[in-house]
């Protein structure tokens, strides 16, 4: 038998791609599911982005690139970064990855080992603990509550780091909750940050243009400059273009993080895909009037989603400000007999009576928060309303 390293021990598969699989295998099967486990739009990919990777390929843009990026791309997210966030990177301070996801991992990767400590709001994205295991390190989840938006007060992030912390990782807004912060409460973060020079903060912005309130976006290095020598601003391709398999990610940071992340990954991936960089550049120097358009479309599918769950026993929801989660809290229904006799001990328990009744939901505990699950609306209209009245059915034959 193959002896498995400690590190690949300490961690777990990725949960929503585990779900996601579960529900397309059972959908294989000719079962009825509708799946609100996946994290991506279910939009057309722009076509500035097809068209610029149409010509790559007829160009012959078959070579490695650069490990960190091609230098067009590299200069046109300096562009978005100036752009959109008022940040000021040159090219130098820019890597580009295989998705948002393997920038993250490169940065645990490179600065991160035995000992260290990852102060992450919870609930948190899936990944987050995972990656900082695997890097040796141990994640520090400060809880939240659903009557406080899953926000975390600056008090809780103050109480939770001790001089062994090395990030505090922000996701605003968040996957799974869908909470933003606002500038003020990146401020409140940043006095205590100031206390802690030890602390560096990685801003995961992968949902930036995904919000549903008037208020400008916020993000750690353009609210708080003066820690911008100590902060990672992550962002990608995946959801605001809805180019999640074309696996694009990229990040603007300190230099010498930036050239310890590329060379972790000369020493994985190499560079991201080509063409899907050349796509990348096409769409962040296009046309982006359609952002607004969808972030409309995405806002009428949240108000339908947590009108339906808020009126449903034994689930509390509160409103999202952003992203395309919606994550309720199901107490009401630990404790509950199926219909098939089965008492539902666990939010993964109701995860998974939810796919028996044809809706696949991810389960809380996969975020570090229970009893809750994740409901994600990246679906059309009409299955939302499928699997709202699936949920609520389903709950109506509870004992
Ligand atoms: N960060 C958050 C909060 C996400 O939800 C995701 C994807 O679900 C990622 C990062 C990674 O994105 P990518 O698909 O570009 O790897």
């Known amino acids: 038998?193959?002896?498995?390293?400690?590190?690949?021990?300490?961690?777990?598969?990725?949960?929503?791609?585990?779900?996601?699989?579960?529900?397309?295998?059972?959908?294989?099967?000719?079962?009825?599911?509708?799946?609100?486990?996946?994290?991506?739009?279910?939009?057309?990919?722009?076509?500035?982005?097809?068209?610029?990777?149409?010509?790559?390929?007829?160009?012959?843009?078959?070579h490695y690139t650069a490990v960190e990026g091609t230098p067009?791309?590299?200069?046109?997210?300096?562009?978005?970064?100036?752009?959109?966030?008022?940040?000021?990177?040159?090219?130098?301070?820019?890597?580009?990855?295989?998705?948002?996801?393997?920038?993250?991992?490169?940065?645990?990767?490179?600065?991160?080992?035995?000992?260290?400590?990852?102060?992450?709001?919870?609930?948190?994205?899936?990944?987050?603990?995972?990656?900082?295991?695997?890097?040796g390190g141990t994640p520090v989840p400060v809880p939240t509550r659903a009557a406080e938006g899953y926000k975390?007060?600056?008090?809780?992030?103050?109480?939770?780091?001790?001089?062994?912390?090395?990030?505090?990782?922000?996701?605003?807004?968040?996957?799974?909750t869908g909470a933003v912060y606002t500038a003020g409460e990146l401020a409140a973060f940043a006095?205590?940050?100031?206390?802690?020079?030890?602390?560096?903060?990685?801003?995961?912005?992968?949902?930036?243009?995904?919000?549903?309130?008037?208020?400008?976006?916020?993000?750690?290095?353009?609210?708080?400059p003066d820690l911008a020598e100590r902060t990672l601003t992550v962002n990608g391709a995946s959801k605001a273009f809805a180019m999640t398999g074309w696996r694009i990610g990229f990040a603007g940071g300190p230099r010498e993080l930036i050239k310890a992340m590329v060379k972790?990954?000369?020493?994985?991936?190499?560079?991201?895909?080509?063409i899907a960089q050349a796509a990348c550049v096409g769409a962040l120097t296009g046309d982006m009037g359609f952002l607004a358009?969808?972030?409309?479309?995405?806002?009428a599918r949240r108000d339908m989603v947590v009108a339906r769950l808020g009126t449903m026993p034994g689930l509390t929801c509160p409103t999202p400000e952003g992203a395309f989660y919606v994550f309720p809290e199901c107490a009401g229904l630990i404790g509950r007999r199926t219909a098939a006799g089965q008492v539902l001990a666990s939010d993964e328990d109701v995860a998974g009576w939810l796919l028996d009744n044809g809706v696949?939901?991810?389960?809380?505990?996969?975020?570090?928060?229970?009893?809750?699950?994740?409901?994600?609306?990246?679906?059309?209209?009409?299955?939302?309303?499928?699997?709202?009245d699936r949920i609520e059915a389903a709950i109506a034959?509870?004992?």
Request: charged share 15%; with cysteine.
């Open 1 to 62: 038998m193959i002896q498995l390293s400690a590190a690949i021990q300490r961690i777990q598969p990725s949960a929503t791609l585990g779900v996601s699989a579960r529900a397309a295998a059972l959908k294989a099967q000719g079962r009825d599911i509708v799946s609100l486990s996946v994290g991506e739009p279910d939009f057309p990919v722009p076509d500035s982005a097809r068209k610029a990777a149409i010509a790559a390929i007829e160009a012959g843009n078959n």
């Open 72 to 135: 067009a791309l590299r200069r046109a997210i300096a562009d978005k970064f100036a752009r959109d966030n008022g940040l000021s990177f040159t090219p130098e301070d820019i890597i580009v990855s295989t998705g948002g996801k393997q920038v993250i991992f490169n940065a645990m990767i490179a600065t991160v080992g035995a000992g260290d400590e990852v102060v992450m709001p919870a609930p948190y994205w899936v990944s987050y603990p995972d990656m900082v295991a695997l890097a």
């Open 152 to 176: 975390m007060s600056a008090d809780a992030l103050e109480a939770a780091i001790t001089p062994a912390c090395r990030w505090l990782i922000l996701n605003s807004p968040s996957n799974p």
């Open 191 to 224: 006095d205590v940050l100031r206390r802690h020079p030890q602390v560096w903060v990685l801003s995961d912005d992968m949902y930036e243009h995904i919000r549903y309130g008037t208020a400008p976006f916020a993000t750690m290095a353009a609210v708080a």
């Open 264 to 274: 972790a990954q000369s020493q994985s991936t190499s560079n991201a895909c080509a």
């Open 293 to 299: 358009e969808r972030a409309a479309v995405f806002r």
């Open 360 to 388: 696949a939901v991810v389960h809380g505990a996969a975020f570090g928060h229970s009893p809750a699950f994740r409901v994600s609306y990246a679906t059309d209209t009409a299955s939302l309303t499928t699997a709202m």
């Open 397 to 399: 034959t509870l004992d």
